[in-house]
């Protein structure tokens, strides 16, 4: 399997599931504790325009933003992030406290986490229509606007 590089100044659908199929949120406060580590994680790389959190899978649609430096979290200087290797901090993040709230262990997340890269306005609009439908494509709601979980609300 060939996995899309990630490239600045582009858009990406970025979605992933629970291995084997396993719930990656199984109370609500792991969808808002996903949402604040993804904020810790991925802000400063990641431009967020639309989101979907269900309850065994995940659908997203970032902008990398263009070549930045911040402040390092512990206050030592400027550094580069890379969107693949803080997507990669936020997953592993999230994992391990899974595991330790509920008793598991190993991988929580499908590997390698899928993305798509978005070439033109059309292709773009689709991705944020599926996106907010997508918890009533599933049968989780009756009218995706409904779902707590989503950045359709914002």
């Given amino acids: 399997m ?3 590089n990630f490239t600045t100044g582009n858009y990406f659908h970025i979605y ?20 604040q580590q993804y904020q810790f994680y991925c802000t400063d790389v990641l431009e967020t ?14 902008y990398i933003k263009e070549t930045i430096e911040v402040s390092r979290k512990d206050g030592n200087g400027l550094y580069k992030p890379d969107a693949s290797k803080q997507l990669s901090h936020f997953f592993n993040s999230y ?6 709230a509920y008793n598991r262990t190993g991988p ?7 993305r798509k890269m978005i070439a033109d306005d059309k292709y ?3 991705v944020i229509y599926y996106l907010h439908y997508n918890p009533q494509l599933h049968g989780f709601v009756t009218d995706f606007k409904a779902w707590d979980f989503s950045s359709y609300q914002a």
């Fill in 16 to 35: 992933n599931r629970g291995i084997n199929g396993e719930d990656l949120f199984k109370e609500k406060r792991n969808y808002h504790y996903f949402l």
């Fill in 49 to 62: 325009y639309a989101y979907a959190l269900l309850k065994n899978h995940f659908h997203m649609l970032v």
């Fill in 95 to 100: 994992a391990q406290s899974v595991n330790k």
């Fill in 108 to 114: 929580l997340f499908e590997s390698p986490f899928e």
């Fill in 2 to 4: 060939q996995i899309e």
């Fill in 124 to 126: 773009l609009t689709s």
